[in-house]
Structure formats: C-alpha cells, structure tokens
C-alpha cells in the first residue's frame, strides 16, 4: 500500500450513467438497508454531461422507479409517432411496416443529461450517497488479485472500498484496466448528435421518433427525436465496420442534416448544443468478465448495448438495479462482495433478466453487414424475426475495424450551406454547442504511444474520425493532441489499428447537459 492520503468507504462507483444511476436509485430507495457510505465519482463536470438519443422503452427504469413522473423531466415526453425511413441521395421511403424489435411505441423521448440531473438530484436528497462530478478516477486499485478501491486522478488520494462497481461506459479506462488479458474484438461506433431549437410552426408533435437508414453512407443510421417546446435531437452512427469513411462523424451529420427529407423538418432550426460518445456494438459476444473479488461491471463496458432492438439506457440502467438488488441481498446476509457471491446473486440475476435473452437474440444480428448493406439488414430481419434462431451468421465475419478503400471520391461531396445557425463550422460548435472545458493541471489523456508507428500510417484515420478536430497534423505526419477540443468521445482509441492511442482518464470535455 502506498503511503497517499486513504478514505473509507463501503462502495465506490466509477461513473455516473444511467447504469450508476439503476444501482444507485436501488441502494437509495431500500428503506430497511444497513447504512453503508457510497461515494461515486464522475469525470465530466456536471452529473448531467453525457451524451445520448435517447428514445428508451424505460422498462428497467420504470420497475425501478414505478411513480416516476416523466413530465418532471425536461424534454421528456412519451413516443407519440414512429417512422423507419430509407434514405437515398435525393429521396426517402418510409417502410409501411416498423419490425416489433424496433419499436418504441410505448416508450419516451427523453435528454440523458436532464434524466441523469433528475435522477441524481433524488439519490442524493436521501443523504445517504454522494455523487461527486469533476472527480476523474485514475485507477482501479488491486492487491492479490481483488480489487481495494480506486484512485482518484490529480489529488493525492485513494478511495478504499468493500466493493467497486465499474461503470465507466464503453471506453471506460478503469473497464479496461480490468479487462481479461486476450481483450475479445470489438465492433464499436462514434454516435454524434445535435440538439436543435425547432421554429415554432414546425408541424412536429412532440414525440416523434425517427430511424433511418442508407445516408449519407449505406452503413449510416441515423435519427431524429422530438422533444416538447419546439426541441429535437438529431444524430448518426458511424460504425467501425464501415468500409470507406472519408469524413468526419461531424461533416456527416451536417451532410445528414441537408438531405432533404430531414431538412423539411429542420428549415428554420438552430444548434443548441452537440456531443460525441463511443458506442460498443459487439452486444454479448464481446462480454467481459462482469464480477470478481471486490468489483462488479454494469452498463455498456459489460457488453449491454443492444444493436437489435437499437437499445442501451434502459439495458445499462437494468444492469445497474440487478447489482443494487444483490448488494442489499449481500448486505442483509453479512456477506462479502466475492466474485462468488457476486455471482450467485448479481451475474445468476442478470442471467435470468430481459438483458441477456434479447442480447442473445442480438448476439449474431449484424453479422451479415460484412457482406453489404442488404445482407446486414436481411441477416437484422432474420434474427429479429426468428429470436435470434436464424442469423446471417454462416457468412459472418470477425468484428473489428474494416478496411479504409475509399468508394466515393471526395470531390462529390455537397458543400455545407454555412448559415452560422444550423450549419455552423465544427470549430465554432466547440465553441457554442456545448463547450469544450480542458480542466487545467492534468496531463493530456490522448497520447501516441509510438509517433513513429504514425509516420508510417497510411490512412491516420484517429485524425479523420476525431469528433472534435483535437488531433490533426500540424506538421510533418505526426498528429498533435489539443486537449482544448477534446470532447471525450474515445473514436481515436478504437479507429487506430496499430493501438497505437493510449486513451486514459481526464477531466472536462463537452460541457452540456442536454445532450
Ligand atoms: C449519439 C448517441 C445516441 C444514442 N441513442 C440512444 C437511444 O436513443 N436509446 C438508447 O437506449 N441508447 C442510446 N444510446 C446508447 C446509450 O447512451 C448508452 O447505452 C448508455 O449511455 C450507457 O450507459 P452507461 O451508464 O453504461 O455508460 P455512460 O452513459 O457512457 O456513462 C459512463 C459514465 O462514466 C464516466 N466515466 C468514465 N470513465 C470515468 C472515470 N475513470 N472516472 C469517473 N467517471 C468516469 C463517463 O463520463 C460517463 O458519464 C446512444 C448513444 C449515443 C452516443
Ligand atoms: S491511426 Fe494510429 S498510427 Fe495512424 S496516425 Fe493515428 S495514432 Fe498514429
Ligand atoms: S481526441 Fe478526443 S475528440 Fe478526438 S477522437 Fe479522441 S477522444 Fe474523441
């Protein structure tokens, strides 16, 4: 043990998502529990600032919160209208049928930032747990094999604990740290959106949910949701197993956002804020070891994103309750968090949860992409329709980063209509769509391992796939880290294929809290 400053505590929480946030609301509203101290830590500056859709069915967070009131949340509003549309360059075909596992019919529009404001404000006004934003974990502490609690990045202290509870998201660095030594591969996506204020005529009713897909890539979903008081959010994917990306996650929403089908709806419209985060989209296939001595992982870093039904608050959220329930169970019982305890009681719950039989029918769902976009949808079919019996799984293909061969030149790019409303520079939406905060006093957490590996890199696709212009090449081939325009999105750690990012820990990035 080393000789810093030490605090004790029962639980420590790394994170604050809607995962931390399903374990947290569990523990707050057992009345009869034990007092156990619970101190969670979140590295963004506010408990609201992650970045998400979100159209949830909520069936998780309403078995954990029957009497939730959603129209106490800012910009939540019940799904009033679903449309599935086909996007070509010029055109839109809405299908006349939405499969069940894609709707969301008795469902909500919600912001995460405002749900996760909401949410924490209610654990907190029990006085019994602390969430404490700004507060970067560095580390997971282990000894002899158990986890003993964290440390935190920039102070001088470590956070021992009886139990830590990873739930740092899909590039989590602490998820990472723990992770088995052969990682399984991942397929992984950036997801970027924009919130937009809606002219007052907009003939949009509130609740309104749009999926599409076809544009501007073939391999490109995207989606428009409808908040109450004239608010959309509007976003994309852009998926790791996309043959020939050639631009920006940012440029392609732009581009998205002048198709003209979205931009009838958009005329008129004005950003509010913006973000980027990084979704793991290899579902249960690329599950990680999820308890062991003295820690256990909820949320998307466990594999809970679910890419079938396009679903991933309410699977991280359930996670997080499952654990919560078997803590007060261990709790009441005097046990110890073992990873066989949390086994027989977290993992066995989980097991026999909603979560893992739709991740199951999920688990091969995407596997026909590898050979084109109708094969991928036909193979999404399949195994939605069949509950996962029949996939495009004969003709699938390993996860990962696919090739960079670009298909379309670059030159027949649309120019973006530049208005300083809608379509504003990427720079200026640093600056006005949310706000980069770089927390003075921490090391850059985006570094090159081997700059050397970069000069021979023939596509340094970290720097076209960066979400916020942080990495660019300055001079000679070598990209320069700004931590200025960082938005934390961690695209540069899985779009390099050398592994040559080491994406650690930091402070700041987008500072909004209703994305
Ligand atoms: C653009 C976009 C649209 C989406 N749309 C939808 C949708 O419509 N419906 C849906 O259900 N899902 C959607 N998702 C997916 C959904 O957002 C995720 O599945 C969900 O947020 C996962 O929750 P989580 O708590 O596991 O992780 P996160 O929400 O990522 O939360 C993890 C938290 O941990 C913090 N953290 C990380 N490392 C540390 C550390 N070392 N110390 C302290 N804190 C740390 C992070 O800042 C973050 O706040 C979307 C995602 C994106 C990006
Ligand atoms: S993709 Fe990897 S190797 Fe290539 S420039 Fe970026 S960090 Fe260097
Ligand atoms: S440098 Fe920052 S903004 Fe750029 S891809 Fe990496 S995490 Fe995202």
């Known amino acids: 043990m080393s000789d810093r400053m030490t605090m004790e505590a029962d639980i420590v929480c790394v994170g604050f998502g809607p995962a931390a946030a399903g374990f947290l609301i569990t523990l707050a509203k057992t009345a009869d529990l034990p007092p156990l101290n619970v ?11 992650g970045v998400s859709g979100v159209v949830t069915r909520a069936r998780g967070i309403r078995a954990s919160m029957p009497d939730l009131d959603f129209s106490q949340i800012p910009m939540a509003t019940p799904v009033t209208e679903e449309r599935l549309l086909y996007l070509r360059n010029k055109s839109a075909y809405e ?43 560095e580390q997971a502490i282990i000894e002899d094999g158990a986890v003993r609690g964290v440390r935190l990045l920039g102070q001088d202290m470590d956070v021992l604990a009886r139990l830590t509870v ?18 399984k591969p991942h397929d992984w996506a950036v997801g970027m959106k924009m919130v937009v204020d809606l002219p007052a005529d ?30 959309a959010s509007v976003g994309i994917f852009v998926p790791s197993w996309m043959r020939a990306p050639e631009e920006s996650a940012y440029r392609y929403l732009q581009q998205y956002m002048m198709h003209p089908y979205i ?33 256990a992982r909820i949320g998307e870093g466990s594999a809970t994103t679910n890419v079938l039904t396009g679903s991933g608050v309410d699977e991280a959220w359930t996670t997080g309750a499952q654990l919560g329930e078997a803590v007060v169970e261990l709790t009441r019982a ?24 739709e991740a199951r029918i999920a688990e091969h769902a995407r596997d026909g992409f590898h050979n084109g976009m109708l094969n991928g949808l036909i193979g999404m079919a ?82 076209l796939m960066c979400s916020g212009q942080a990495l660019a090449i300055l001079e000679g081939s070598v990209p320069a880290f700004d931590r200025e325009k960082c938005v934390y999105c961690g695209a540069c750690l899985w779009n390099c294929r050398e592994g040559n990012i080491s994406f650690r820990v930091g402070a700041g990035g987008l500072h909004s809290n209703e994305n």
């Open 382 to 463: 399949l195994a939605g329709f069949t509950k996962g019996r029949v996939t495009a799984a004969p003709w699938g293909r390993p996860p990962g980063l696919r090739g960079t061969s670009r298909s379309r030149p670059a030159e027949g790019r649309p120019d973006i209509p530049y208005d300083g409303q809608l379509f504003v520079s990427h720079q200026d939406a640093l600056l006005m769509g949310g706000k980069v905060q770089a927390t003075p006093g921490f090391e850059d957490h985006v570094q090159l391992t081997d700059p050397h590996k970069c000069e021979q890199c023939a596509d340094q696709r970290c720097v």
């Open 334 to 357: 005097g046990k110890a968090f073992t990873r066989e305890n949390l086994e027989a009681t977290y993992v066995a719950r989980r097991r026999a949860s909603w979560v893992e039989s």
């Open 95 to 137: 299908l006349p049928y939405i499969p069940p596992f894609l709707r969301k019919h008795d469902g909500f529009v919600m912001s995460i930032g405002q749900f996760l404001e909401y949410v924490g404000s209610q654990i907190m006004a029990t006085g019994a747990i602390q969430i404490w934003p700004g507060t970067p974990v």
């Open 202 to 231: 907009n003939g949009l009713t509130p609740g309104t949910v749009l999926h599409t897909f076809g544009y501007p890539e073939n391999e490109i979903f995207g989606f428009l949701y409808v908040h109450p008081g004239n608010v």
């Open 166 to 183: 990873v739930a740092d998201g899909a590039v989590g660095a602490i998820g990472r740290q723990l992770d088995d030594q052969r990682r």
């Open 263 to 295: 931009f009838q709806l958009l005329r008129g419209a004005r950003l509010r804020s913006w973000g980027a985060k990084s979704i793991d989209e290899s579902g249960r296939r690329a599950e990680p070891l999820l308890a062991g001595n003295g820690w």
């Open 39 to 49: 101190l969670c830590y979140e590295r963004a500056d506010g408990i609201g600032f």
